[in-house]
């Protein structure tokens, strides 16, 4: 899951990027690590108390990141290659684990010929469209993010001019 933050909707998002845009680089970087370092631990803490299983917790929360540029911050979740335990890589199981599968039937045999159906044992939980652990996490999150997004610009700007002018 890849999700981004639009400055489109927000006259202060639309600010801090033209601000982003026409600084030093030394302190767009500086700006750009502050902002993962507070970003990555509230999307971290927003994602936990969404997950109510083991494998959601692995795959989605054990696996958030954030990436920063001075465009967006994007938020990410169950995108690493990392093998569990099962040799399944993590990003294979990310889709089923977030929104869910739909359990199937299938039909067996005994070995005297009479045939049985039965349900697949799905261990994700009932499909749903709108997800049960980042989406949800995301749609809670996102206003925190953007303004501490919008707070750390203006206070390291804030900053670097105090500096200059001592």
């Known amino acids: 899951m890849l999700m981004r933050i639009s400055v489109f909707e ?3 998002l639309q600010a801090t990027m033209l601000a ?4 030093d680089r030394e302190l767009a970087a500086q700006i750009r690590k502050a902002t993962k370092t507070v970003t990555v631990n509230e999307w971290r803490a927003a994602l936990a108390p969404h997950a109510t299983t083991p494998l959601e917790k692995t795959v989605l929360v054990g696996s958030a990141r954030v990436a920063v540029t001075n ?3 994007s938020l990410k979740s169950g995108q690493l290659a990392k093998k569990l335990s099962s040799g399944a890589p993590l990003y294979s199981l990310t889709r089923g684990t977030e929104f869910g599968s739909t359990p199937r039937q299938i039909t067996t045999s005994s070995s005297t010929g009479k045939s049985y159906k039965r349900s697949t044992g799905a261990p994700f939980r009932a499909r749903k469209q709108t997800g049960y652990v980042a989406y949800p996490a995301a749609a809670d999150v996102i206003p925190r993010i953007a303004a501490l997004w919008v ?3 203006v206070r390291t700007f804030h900053e670097a001019l105090d500096e200059g002018a001592q």
């Not at 982003?20 to 600084?23: E, K, Q, T």
């Open 10 to 12: 927000s006259p202060q």
């Open 151 to 153: 707070a750390t610009v």
């Open 20 to 23: 982003l845009r026409g600084m």
């Open 71 to 73: 465009k967006n911050v």
